[in-house]
C-alpha cells in the first residue's frame, strides 16, 4: 500500500507519475493529487479479466492535457487498442459519467475514431483506487 503522508513536489504535470488530478480534475476537496497505477494494478489486476465498455459512459482527458497535442506524435502512433485500458467506476470526474479514464485514452481516441461505440477495460471500483491517491505539490515556475 501507498503511504498517504507522501507528498511530491513537481515542476510540470508531466512529471506527476500516474493518473494526475488537478484543475477541473481534481477530486473533490483535493486540489492536486494523482493516483499511483503502478501499484493500484499490482494489488487489484491479478485474476481481474478486462470487460466491454461502452465508450460513451467513459470520462477521458483531452488530447491537450499536457499542454501539446497528445493525439498525434510517436505517442499515439504506437497506441494499439486491442491492449486494454484502466477504468475506475464511480470516481469523481468532470463529465458526470459512469466510468473514468485513469490510463489509455489515446486508444480511446482511436477506437472512437475507427467508429467504435465499445471497447475493452479493465474497471476498478473507486474504494480499490483510493488508497493509492496521493498528493502533489505543483512547484511555481521561475
Known amino acids: 500500500m501507498v503511504d498517504e503522508r507522501t507528498i511530491l513536489h513537481v ?3 508531466a512529471e506527476v507519475p500516474g493518473h494526475s488530478m488537478t484543475r477541473d480534475w481534481a477530486l473533490p476537496d483535493r486540489e492536486n ?6 501499484e493500484m ?10 470487460v466491454a465498455v ?4 467513459i470520462c477521458a482527458k483531452p488530447g491537450d492535457w499536457f499542454g501539446g497535442d497528445d493525439f498525434s506524435g ?8 486491442k491492449f486494454p485500458g484502466m477504468l475506475v467506476r464511480d ?10 479514464m485513469v490510463d489509455g485514452r489515446r486508444r ?11 471497447g475493452y477495460y479493465f474497471v476498478f471500483e473507486y474504494q480499490e483506487a483510493e488508497p493509492f491517491i496521493l ?3 505543483l512547484e511555481p515556475k521561475p
Open 108 to 118: 480511446l481516441k482511436k477506437l472512437l475514431s475507427r467508429g467504435n461505440s465499445a
Open 11 to 13: 515542476k510540470s504535470l
Open 135 to 137: 498528493d502533489f505539490i
Open 54 to 57: 461502452n465508450l460513451d459512459e
Open 33 to 38: 493529487c494523482y493516483l499511483v497505477l503502478l
Open 41 to 50: 494494478a499490482k494489488k487489484h489486476m491479478p485474476g481481474r479479466k478486462p
Open 74 to 81: 510517436p505517442r499515439f502512433d504506437a497506441a494499439d487498442p
Open 91 to 100: 470516481m469523481p470526474n468532470p463529465c458526470n459519467l459512469p466510468y473514468r
